[in-house]
């Protein structure tokens, strides 16, 4: 088994320009999960290949971590962005997406990508869902969401020959609205699939509200839990605890 370091260090290797948005708080919660077989891909006979385009997989769970393999196999670096860790009693269940990217290495390894490869920035769609678990108080709330500094600017992606951004997910989701109004502002195509199957559409987003307002950074991050080694989770405190925001 390998280290969450070494570990880390094949899903962001040093060579591919994608990797400085890798997020290593998931990968540190991996050494003591248990090794699952070879994962079971799905298949991407139909998806549109382009060296032009940037992927964003906004699917729920490990899901993503099986696109993002079988997107190897046609080109893409897929890129984990899940920014929670894992613990007794947490609200979304990060242990399956942990587990998917510890049995998905070899894939990951045989890939043979090439620095170059365009990216595939994974995402776990239900980061915000609170429906498995309420927040009481012991509960471990690891919920959290994707701000633009999460990823590259329009102008990184123009400059590295990027002019589309596909989003796959299966509907637009307030956070990654805040992104895609930059990309769109700034030139960039966008086509939504609602699903791996799905047609690839044209893409058309609003504004949404506080768009580039430091209110917005500042009222989601209200509502969610940091923690000291980055990312977010932390015990959800007894009423009469003072704290609980860093665990």
């Known amino acids: 088994m390998l280290s969450p370091g070494q570990l880390f260090n094949v899903w962001a290797p040093e060579d591919s320009q994608w990797s400085q948005w890798a997020k290593p708080v998931l990968f540190a919660h991996c050494e003591d999960l248990n090794i699952q077989p070879a994962p079971v891909l799905p298949s991407l006979e139909a998806f549109p290949r382009s060296r032009e385009t940037a992927l964003i997989i906004d699917v729920a769970g490990p899901d993503s971590v099986l696109i993002g393999l079988a997107l190897t196999q046609i080109g893409y670096r897929p890129v984990p962005l899940y920014n929670s860790g894992i613990s007794p009693f947490m609200i979304i269940n990060m242990k399956a997406v942990a587990e998917a990217l510890i049995s998905g290495l070899d894939i990951l390894r045989r890939s043979g990508l090439r620095a170059a490869a365009p990216p595939a ?41 990027i002019k589309q951004v596909l989003l796959v997910a299966d509907k637009v989701r307030d956070d990654i609205t805040h992104l895609l109004c930059r990309y769109q502002d700034a030139g960039l195509a966008l086509r939504h699939m609602t699903g791996i199957g799905a047609a690839a559409v044209r893409l058309t987003v609003k504004p949404p509200r506080f768009y580039k307002s430091l209110w917005y950074r500042w009222g989601v991050f209200a509502g969610l839990r940091r923690n000291a080694a980055g990312g977010f989770g932390a015990l959800v405190p007894n009423p009469s605890a003072g704290g609980g925001g860093f665990g």
């Open 121 to 161: 920035f994974l995402l776990n769609a239900d980061r915000m869902d609170n429906s498995e678990r309420s927040l009481t108080p012991g509960s471990y709330d690891n919920r959290w969401c994707v701000i633009p500094q999460d990823m590259p600017s329009a102008e990184y992606f123009k400059a590295a020959g």
